[in-house]
């Protein structure tokens, strides 16, 4: 087995310039709190062993030209566990983020808490997830950078409670450690592709990529801004329909330019959040990240055009309390069928995440801008839409229902479609009209996508 990175040589993966920190020094019983038998020798051991005089490195740092907190942690250091002088180290780093107004990047690679200090070293998981909710109300990013392994209370705070997790390919992530999994576990299911393909990571990234990774990710969540996203320009058709089912066939174009054309257009750089933190995603149908627009960052959450699975609605309430949390306008692109009404999205809690995302809309502080590119198909579309900021493309619709379900609810024959889609005023010019939305975006003629 290759021997792992160092915490140096993991920070020299992301900056070169790490000054460490100050920290505490805290006084303590020989052998530890709990006068643990030949504790202050094993300790002896890892210090001699690594360079390291505890299992976490702090520092400030510049990564691409910020400035920021970065943490690391030494796993030859008693297996990067944490006690009381690891939980001294992380309240005084997230302190300093705090006085300084930096970001703060986790390197992490932990066995989780320290069995020789008993429950004092499991309480410091409190104490870390106590900092880093001040980090966050104080409006400042955290990055974590998961490291073979992250495991345990490691896991549980620094990394899974991150705003951005990156993860390294192929690394051991889970909060189950390997010692204490299940005999007939899946190892496969411990790993950071694993927690991609749950949500809970948001990306996995080889090293050579990672200083410019975590560089983007930098810039991208360290550029408040208090003016609304601008409504973005409209893609396709540029003349408005003539009729209700003008309106929803020209919507329905597989040709019409997708979500991918549109913030390939508006941004000129962009990454993305991957996930809902609850062991879902939609990749099909919801594309959520931080991109950069003339120069400032945007909050992106776009609908592809699929039904939109809960997953997919929990990663865009996710994205706009982040946004909200770090100041940072918000962009959504409305464009589905509708929500997904299969027994599994009902399985999944479809009703649920969508009446949060309409919790996270409407009590965001940051501007929300709408455009609604296609399909705009009943309350799965309409939680996506600013009840205020919201404009549609010339080749879109929005309505209360598809016009093919309003003429079966009303038990009308089938050939009385487009008559319902008419009386449904669902065109464009008449959701101006009506006021449901503030205007038709201007055309800008692209390929589609």
Known sequence: ????????????????????????????????????????????????????????????????????????????????????????????????????????????????????????????????????????????????????????????????????????????????????????????????????????????????????????????????????????????????????WDAVRRARDPERPRAGAYLDAYFTRRAAVGGDRSGGRDAEGMLCGFGIHDGRTIAYAAQTGAATRPAGYRTAARLIRLADALSVPVLTLVDTPGAANDAEAERQGVGAAIADLFTAVATARTPVTTLVIGEGGSGGALALAAPDRTWVAPDSYFSVIAPELATAILKRPADQVHTTADQLRLRPQDLVELGVVQGIAATETAPPG
Not at 32 to 48: C, N, V
Not at 51 to 56: N, P, Q, T
Not at 77 to 104: I, M, Q, W
Request: include cysteine; charged fraction near 20%.
């Open 1 to 244: 087995m290759p021997e792992r990175p160092t915490a140096r040589e993991a920070l020299a993966l992301v900056t070169e310039d790490f000054g460490e920190l100050p920290h505490p020094v805290r006084e303590s019983n020989p052998d530890g709190p709990l006068e643990w038998a030949g504790y202050d020798a094993s300790r002896a051991r890892a210090a001699a062993r690594t360079g390291e005089a505890e299992s976490v490195v702090c520092g400030r740092a510049t990564v691409g030209g910020t400035p920021a907190v970065l943490i690391a942690f030494e796993f030859g250091f008693l297996g990067g566990s944490l006690g009381e002088r690891t939980g001294d180290r992380l309240e005084a780093a997230h302190r300093y983020a705090r006085e300084h107004r930096l970001p703060v990047v986790s390197l992490v690679a932990t066995g989780g808490s320290r069995m020789q200090e008993g429950m004092l070293a499991l309480t410091q998981l409190q104490r870390v997830a106590r900092q880093t909710a001040l980090t966050r109300a104080a409006g400042l990013p955290q990055l974590a950078v998961l490291r073979d392994p992250t495991t345990g209370g490691g896991w549980a705070t620094l990394g899974a409670g991150a705003d951005v997790v990156l993860a390294l390919p192929g690394v051991q992530v889970g909060f189950a450690g390997s010692r204490v999994r299940p005999p007939d576990a899946d190892p496969a299911a411990y790993t950071a592709e694993a927690q991609l393909a749950a949500g809970t990571v948001d990306a996995v990234v080889p090293p050579e990529q990672l200083r410019e990774t975590v560089t983007l990710w930098l810039r991208l969540l360290t550029a408040p801004s208090a003016e609304p996203a601008p409504v973005p320009a409209a893609l396709g058709a540029p003349d408005l329909p003539a009729t209700g």
